[in-house]
């Protein structure tokens, strides 16, 4: 069977072209998001269930309408949200049904044509109606899943689906079942594109819109315009580094760009190929129908398995999206490796116009596919997003002629304007530190990425690291704070006061507060060592080198002391970084005025990815790991930096420690170190008691337990492996055996991971719990998980450095 472009088949398509899914949940409000081919009014309504029995559908509780956006010919978005019906409010723990009217037919109908061959259900009951379940007004209730990086033809197999084997394994327990998932970034990579997937949305992207964008591909005095489908997959490398300026592919790996998205069209159906199998066709065509070179069919080929693999779980991935409350952020491969990295990148890519254009596209589709579901409010009757709804139809309707309509969606999204003079994107200061300067003067017209989600017990506040960075006035490849102070104060502390002030006004009972970081705070010894390595060769481009908390102390420190301000406990959930893990970091700080300690801790979990695992993920999961384990750290801080002093524990030897001091800046420095001939141990001193840190922070890494069967598989006797005879079968053996695979710290399979809680008036006894779940090596077909348990218990101040006299 050969594959059948979608304009041959989008008149068989069922209505519903991806979703529904369930986005932002509130006791007062219920978002739900899809895409269809032919426009509709769509009206929700949210239905309560008999306690105990969701398969019994009881009273209407919420309802509410909206029209579809026009985004192309045959591509009409929409996030309906739907309000209580007689001021009643959803409850906690308990399951509720929703169904959506087209005017001329129900969800089920919508899901289902008469010309397409597979029935579809987002249901777990025989009602045919997705469920949800409010989360508990108990914390040992509650279940978080969360988790980033989703590439399609990525390493392993996607860990996604398994959302969908949990919620229908507890689909009528309400306080068993997923109450919400973060998605912590890269939910579609929009720069390290298969071929085969590159050839399919750029086919689909032009059918969906009903017309061709003209790309600009600006050189010199010159400007050439070019259709997405000119632009043949396996060929972009070079275009997205010489027109585009592009940094993927830098570092002598052309093969990271190769198939970049640059089209709006792309950049919508990518987002449909990723969350629905409806676009899809039966089959790609062969490698050597495209390629006359046997090496790139071959390659093609193999990228088609990859994909087909893929796409067989989207349905799985569907209609667990359906069923419980979805939250998104955006991260780099969103738009494109790496975005907003530097101010070199800034320079280099917002300068030209392919580059510009592709940020657009991409941050357009963000805003549309994601962002609408995260923040409803924002895109009501006059507000930003309102103005961006009607901006994108506008361009589409106009094929990608109305430059009024694109001068608005620029303003929208918040892209900076250009010097007249250097064509350099706009800064302006934030402090001591240089923001891009929005098209946006007074802040009323911009969106904004970061949000808050309160319930009925724990908040989760989820903060946008790529727009909003201040970069240091150093030079231009200077890793830069991932929140400038704006930033800090929008994204931190106004949501943590707000809470406070609801508290204090019985408005809320909130008792748990999550952070999404999409970067990590803490990351593996080995990756910090290679990136400040790549740093100091100048090489920033090799590795995602300083786009990470601790390479910009000063933004690691003010990020600390934010959340400790107002919060005794904080838990970061993080991705980003291709494998799974969990760290504790105790926090000692000084009051000003005070002379004793306060305690603080975070637990730092983290789950990536969904699917990408690589070779080197492979490794360090395993029990080599456990050779060159993560070590604890202690470091110690001060706003004003003290004369400082090094002992050589060894031998007793005292001598001072050179400070870089500048402009009186904050500094922190580890307590312990080793360096030198023979290992030799350092250890920081200060030279009297006036002198004590202002904070102090304990690092460590907690352990993973073995991995465990999952409740709704059986357990069936492991493989029976014949006698190997050729090295490659000894080496597979040896990879795949559960002992050499029970590593102690990290899981670098492609992973999902689950949150829950201990919690109770008994301060010293609270905890956090991530499961993280992921297709083992010895039984790629089940499915297991290794919990960390992470103490939230306050910890009484070590002993301070010591103090010499002088």
């Known amino acids: 069977m050969s594959w059948t472009p979608l304009s041959h088949r989008i008149h068989h398509l069922p209505l519903i072209l991806a979703g529904p899914i369930l986005r932002r949940t509130e006791a007062d409000a219920v978002t739900v998001w899809l895409a269809l081919k032919e426009p509709r009014e769509v009206t929700l309504r949210v239905y309560a269930t008999e306690v105990g029995n969701a398969a019994s559908i009881k009273q209407l509780v919420l309802e509410g309408s909206r029209s579809t956006v026009a985004l192309g010919k045959y591509l009409y978005i929409v996030a309906v949200t739907a309000k209580p019906i007689n001021a009643h409010l959803l409850k906690p723990g308990q399951i509720y049904a929703y169904d959506l009217d087209f005017g001329d037919c129900h969800l089920l109908q919508a899901l289902n044509s008469e010309g397409f061959d597979s029935y579809v259900t987002v249901s777990y009951f025989h009602h045919q109606l997705p469920t949800f379940a409010m989360p508990p007004d108990d914390l ?53 594109v298969a071929d085969p997937l590159l ?49 993927a592919m830098l570092v002598n790996k052309p093969e990271k760009a190769k198939s970049h998205l640059f089209s709006l069209g792309e950049y919508y159906a990518m987002y449909l190929f990723v969350w629905s199998p409806i676009l899809w066709s039966q089959q790609f065509p062969k490698g050597k129908h495209i390629h006359k070179d046997a090496k790139q069919a071959k390659k093609w080929d193999q990228e088609v398995f990859l994909l087909a693999g893929f796409a067989r779980d989207l349905w799985k991935v569907r209609r667990s999206l359906a069923n419980v409350s979805t939250y998104m952020i955006c991260d780099d491969h969103d738009i494109s490796d790496d975005w907003f990295l530097n101010r070199e990148w800034c320079n280099a890519v917002l300068s030209k116009p392919l580059g510009r254009r592709a940020v657009q596209n991409g941050m357009l589709a963000y805003a549309l596919f994601q962002a609408w579901g995260n923040t409803p409010n924002q895109f009501e009757a006059n507000q930003p997003g309102e103005t961006l709804l009607q901006a994108a139809k506008n361009w589409s309707a106009s094929a990608g002629k109305d430059k009024s309509a694109w001068e608005k969606i620029t303003q929208s999204l918040g892209i900076p304007l250009l010097e007249a003079e250097t064509g350099l994107p706009k800064l302006k200061l934030d402090e001591d530190v240089f923001i891009l300067e929005r098209n946006d003067p007074d802040g009323s017209v911009s969106l904004i990425w970061h949000y808050t989600v309160r319930s009925f017990k724990h908040e989760v506040i989820v903060l946008d690291t790529r727009t909003w960075r201040g970069y240091p006035k150093e030079a231009t490849t200077t890793p830069p704070r991932l929140l400038s102070p704006t930033g800090f104060k929008q994204q931190i502390q106004q949501p943590l006061e707000l809470t406070d002030e609801l508290k204090q006004t019985h408005q809320s009972q909130i008792e748990a507060t999550l952070v999404v970081v999409p970067t990590n705070l803490v990351s593996l010894s080995i990756i910090d060592w290679v990136q400040r390595w790549d740093l100091e060769r100048g090489k920033v481009f090799n590795s995602d080198a300083g786009d990470s908390w601790n390479f910009n102390q000063a933004g690691f420190t003010k990020l600390l002391a934010e959340l400790f301000q107002r919060r005794d406990r904080i838990i970061i959930l993080s991705g980003d970084i291709h494998y799974g893990s969990a760290v504790r970091l105790n926090y000692w ?21 969904f699917k990408n695992a690589e070779w080197t993920t492979h490794l360090i999961h395993t029990k080599a790991k456990s050779l060159a384990p993560e070590l604890s750290q202690d470091w110690v801080g001060w706003h004003q930096p003290p004369e400082l002093i090094e002992i050589q524990v060894m031998h ?126 010895w039984k790629p077909n089940s499915i297991v998980f290794s919990r960390y348990l992470v103490s939230l218990q306050l910890d009484e101040p070590p002993p301070p450095p010591t103090t010499l006299s002088k």
């Open 652 to 777: 007793q030897q005292v001598r001072m420690l050179p400070v870089e001091i500048s402009n009186q800046r904050p500094i922190v420095r580890p307590l312990h170190s080793a360096r030198g001939n023979g290992n030799i141990a350092w250890e920081i001193a200060i030279k009297d008691k006036n002198s004590l840190p202002d904070w102090r922070y304990h690092i460590e890494w907690i352990k993973r337990a073995k991995a465990l069967f999952t409740p709704w598989q059986e357990r069936k006797s492991p493989l029976k492996l014949s006698k190997p005879k050729k090295f490659g079968e000894v080496v597979s053996l040896v990879c795949h055996n559960q002992w050499v695979q029970e590593g102690e710290e990290v899981v670098g399979y492609s992973n999902l991971g689950l949150i829950s809680f201990k919690w109770s008036d008994n301060e010293q006894t609270k905890a956090v719990i991530q499961d993280i779940y992921w297709h083992p090596a």
């Open 140 to 192: 040992n209730h509650l279940q978080i899943v969360h988790g980033s990086c989703r590439k399609p033809h990525g390493g392993g197999r996607d860990a996604l689906p398994i959302l969908d084997d949990m919620i229908e394994h507890h689909a009528n327990l309400p306080l068993s079942r997923p109450h919400q998932i973060f998605c912590s970034g890269d939910q579609i990579y929009g720069d390290d």
């Open 199 to 247: 050839w399919a949305v750029t086919e689909a992207g032009d059918t969906l819109l009903g017309w061709e964008e003209n790309l600009p591909l600006h050189q010199g005095a010159k400007t050439r315009y070019q259709k997405p489908s000119e632009l043949k997959p396996g060929q972009r490398s070079e275009i997205a580094r010489d027109y585009a300026g592009f940094t």
């Open 589 to 609: 700080f000084r009051p000003p005025g005070k002379f004793a300690e306060e305690s603080r801790v975070m637990a730092q979990l983290t789950s990536s990815a």
